[in-house]
């Protein structure tokens, strides 16, 4: 595809429940990003792969996120007994290496409701 | 600590007007400026980076490190203009991840 692509693009869940976001980068982007953005607010990070290694998780919010890029492209954003304050919207991104002045292409989002 | 400041939640400027949306920023290194915008139902797209020193769609911004700031300028506003403007921060420092600001709502009035 042209750009990152995320799906659900809505998630609706019950507190208590699992969730799992998928994320599909940019082919051949070898940095993906995970972030979160609450109403009103700018994204804030959550963690970062190169390639299938997941260099620095220190956004993640609790040890009921959880994230993986096995092959190094495909990434997932899990998360464990969902609590309401995990409501927002979570975007990927990616770009083509890992330096600093590179810009990150985003997907659309995925929004998480939780009831 | 690495942190992006957007001083202002919402701008509005008549068409024509010239506009500017501030940013400040901290970081303890050399940092990497980005403008981003988002557009009424689309995702977030980049507008332009210090480091190309490029005009993007008239906006033009200049990194001030004497004043850590990176505000984004336009001398005659648009209505296409309206939009959720971020700036963003990255560095080596920080595996490249991009600290956010929270955002300024420009709204262009006819």
């Known amino acids: 595809g042209a750009g990152v692509s995320q799906s659900p693009r809505y998630k609706v869940a019950k507190r208590g429940q699992d969730v799992a976001l998928r994320c599909d980068p940019i082919?051949?982007?070898?940095?993906l990003f995970w972030y979160q953005q609450a109403l009103g607010q700018g994204p804030e990070f959550l963690t970062y792969?190169?390639?299938?290694?997941?260099?620095?998780k220190s956004g993640l919010p609790s040890d009921r996120f959880f994230a993986e890029r096995p092959e190094g492209s495909v990434s997932t954003l899990k998360i464990q007994r969902t609590q309401q304050e995990d409501s927002a919207v979570y975007l990927c991104?990616?770009?083509?290496?890992?330096?600093?002045?590179?810009?990150?292409?985003f997907g659309d989002g995925t929004r998480l409701s939780i009831l | 600590a690495q942190r992006v400041t957007q001083p202002e939640k919402l701008l509005s400027v008549f068409k024509g007007a010239p506009v500017e949306l501030k940013c400040n920023y901290s970081y303890s290194g050399s940092p990497e400026l980005f403008w981003y915008v988002q557009y009424s139902r689309q995702r977030l797209q980049l507008l332009l980076r210090?480091?190309s020193r490029e005009s993007i769609k008239g906006f033009t911004a200049d990194l001030n490190k004497g004043e850590t700031s990176f505000h984004l300028k336009k001398p005659f506003a648009q209505e296409e203009d309206s939009a959720m403007y971020y700036c963003?921060?990255?560095?080596?420092?920080?595996?490249?991840?991009?600290?956010f600001g929270s955002g300024t709502k420009l709204n262009v009035k006819p």
């Open positions: 963003a921060l990255s560095g080596r420092n920080n595996f490249n991840k991009f600290y």
């Open positions: 082919s051949g982007h070898v940095s």
């Open positions: 991104a990616s770009s083509s290496t890992g330096n600093s002045n590179q810009p990150q292409h």
């Open positions: 210090h480091i």
């Open positions: 792969f190169q390639n299938e290694a997941q260099l620095d």
